[in-house]
C-alpha cells in the first residue's frame, strides 16, 4: 500500500507540472507574445492579443490547480510527520509560493471586471508577475528538499533552479499557444510538440523527487490510515483523469491562427 501511495503522489506531482506548467508559461510570456502577435500582423491591439492569449488557456487552469489540490491532500493525508517538516522549513519559499498562485488567479478574474485599458494593464502586469513567482518558488522549493532543507532557502542554488523551472515553463506554454491556435493541417506537429514540452516542464520534478522517494517511505502514514485513504480517494483518481480529457478535447485546437479571436473568454 505505501508503494501505491508514494506513486499515487509521484503521479500527481509530475502531472501538475506537466499540465500546470503551459498556463504559468502562458503567463510569464504574455507580453513577449502578445508583441509578437503585433510583430506577426494579426489584427487588434496589443490588449486585444493579451485578451487572447489569456482566453485560448482559460478553460483549463481550474482543471490544472485540481491536480496541486490533490497533491496537498495526498501530502497531508499520507506524509503527516512529513508534511509538517517540510511546511515549517520551506517556510518563505511556502508563503512565496501561495502569494504567488492567489495573484496570478486574482490577475486572471480581476482583469476584465472592468472595461478600461488601465485596468486591465495593470492586472496583466500582476499576472506575469505572479506567473514568474511561481515558477520560481517551485524551483526554489524543489531545490531546497533535495538538499536537506538549507536554512537559507533562497541561496543561489534554489534561484539557478527556480530559473531551470521557469525556462520549462517558458518553452512549455510557448508550445501550448502554437497548437492551441495551430490549423488542422498543423495540429499534429503542434500536438507532438506540446506533449514534448509537457515531458521538459515535468523533468524539473520528476528528478528530484526520483532522488527524495526513497526517504519518503519512512514517513508514510500507518497502514489503517492508507486503507481509509483509499477507499475514499483512490476512487476518484480516474474521475480527474476523465475530466482532464474532456477538457483537453472540449477546448483544443482552434482551426486556424485567425480564429483566436472566437476563442471563448472564460476570465
Known sequence: MEIIW???????????????GFDVGVGMLLPVLSRAGERAGEPGTRQQHRDRLVA????FVLANEVWLVAVAGTLFGVFPALEGTVLSGLYPLVVALLA????RDAGLWFRRRIDGGAWRAFW???????????????????????????????????????????????????????WKLSGPSESPRTGRRLLLSAVVAALPV??????VI???LDHVAPSATLNVLSLFVLPVVP???GAQVWVWR?????GSTGAAARIPSFF
Open 206 to 211: 520528476a528528478v528530484p523527487l526520483a532522488v
Open 214 to 216: 526513497p526517504s519518503m
Open 6 to 20: 508514494l506513486t499515487v503522489f509521484a503521479v500527481l506531482l509530475i502531472g501538475y507540472f506537466a499540465l500546470e
Open 124 to 178: 496583466d502586469a500582476v499576472l506575469c508577475a505572479a506567473s514568474w513567482g511561481l515558477a520560481l518558488s517551485w524551483g526554489a522549493a524543489l531545490a531546497s528538499v533535495v538538499r536537506g532543507l538549507p536554512a537559507q532557502p533562497f541561496d543561489l542554488p534554489a534561484l539557478l533552479y527556480g530559473g531551470v523551472v521557469a525556462a520549462a515553463f517558458a518553452f512549455h506554454g510557448r508550445a501550448f499557444m502554437a
Open 56 to 59: 485560448a488557456m482559460a478553460p
Open 100 to 103: 504567488s498562485w492567489v495573484l
Open 250 to 254: 472540449a477546448f483544443g485546437p482552434s
Open 239 to 241: 474521475i480527474m483523469i
